[in-house]
């Protein structure tokens, strides 16, 4: 009798690790599922490419603040590194198309060389000032007023994590890789818990694999690849999916809402959140 009264108790303590274990699964899913801030227009993520760049130089502090300004939830800015170190936001590898009489790569100039440079003189006179920002100085404007949408041109992950945690802002910034990029995807995810890898996962079909190989919490796309089904298979898995415009007017962007589409990155944030406003009305 005693030996079956301990043999019960054993099970007992047993069912009841296993019941806690679950339930502490299931609230640390909970609790990572929806981190996301609420979007600020309606129910659908605004990022914003390159800044706000009509009319202001495109990857600048002035085309951030515009962001900040509107309202949008995210501001895409893409990374390259100079050639004393210092991370950079520059979408083209090279810098001949902003300023005038200079050419070569972003890594063939130190950062002082690159503040030298007027890349908004090409855009208007009121921009002479504007010059290449840092990822610092990005963060430094971007904490605790809008989110970062990283385009990783060059796999320099440890080094960006670190900066990243000076700033605690883990939470903030999403991940854009191509799924093609695996190993850094799942660089980001052991080097930083509490970072948002956002792989690209090209076709629908790959979706699901992809979804079972990272868990992401959100995955990105185009309007190649976006489609009612591309949506159903993801929400299936309760994936958002942030996906770029092709051509950035009202007829696009109600099929991307009316597929299910959770965030939209533009080249238009002013007419998109007035769009997605009276959408809502």
């Known amino acids: 009798m005693k030996q079956n009264k301990k043999g019960l108790s054993l099970f007992l303590i047993i069912a009841m690790l296993v019941v806690l274990a679950q339930q502490n699964k299931i609230m ?57 170190g210092i991370f950079v936001s520059v979408h083209n590898q090279t810098i001949d198309a902003y300023v005038e009489g200079i050419s070569g790569k972003v890594s063939d100039f130190s950062l002082a ?25 990005i963060l430094q404007l971007c904490k605790g007023q809008i989110g970062i949408y990283l385009d990783l041109k060059e796999p320099n992950v440890k ?31 052991s080097n930083c818990y509490s970072c948002v890898p956002m792989p690209d996962p090209g076709p629908k079909e790959n979706i699901v694999k992809v979804i079972n190989e990272v868990q992401p919490l959100v995955i990105a796309t185009d309007m190649g690849e976006l489609s009612e089904e591309y949506m159903k298979i993801a929400h299936k898995y309760n994936t958002k999916v942030f996906a770029d415009e092709k051509d950035g007017n009202i007829k696009e962007w109600t099929k991307m809402l009316d597929w299910g589409t959770d965030g939209i990155q533009t080249d238009k944030p002013g007419e998109l ?9």
């Open 113 to 137: 060389e690159l503040k030298q440079m007027n890349i908004g003189k090409r855009v208007g006179p009121e921009w002479e000032n504007e010059r290449i920002p840092t990822f610092e100085e």
């Open 159 to 189: 080094e960006l994590v670190s900066i990243i945690k000076k700033y605690e802002m883990e939470r903030d910034i999403i991940w854009y890789i191509p799924a093609s990029y695996m190993d850094a995807i799942k660089e980001v995810k």
């Open 28 to 84: 640390a899913q909970e609790g990572t599922k929806n981190f996301l801030p609420k979007p600020k227009n309606g129910n659908t993520y605004v990022i914003a490419h390159r800044g706000v760049h009509n009319g202001i130089p495109e990857n600048t502090i002035a085309a951030y603040k515009k962001a900040i300004e509107l309202g949008c939830d995210y501001v895409e800015i893409d990374l390259r590194k100079t050639k004393d």
């Open 273 to 281: 959140i007035k769009f997605l406003l009276e959408r809502e009305r």
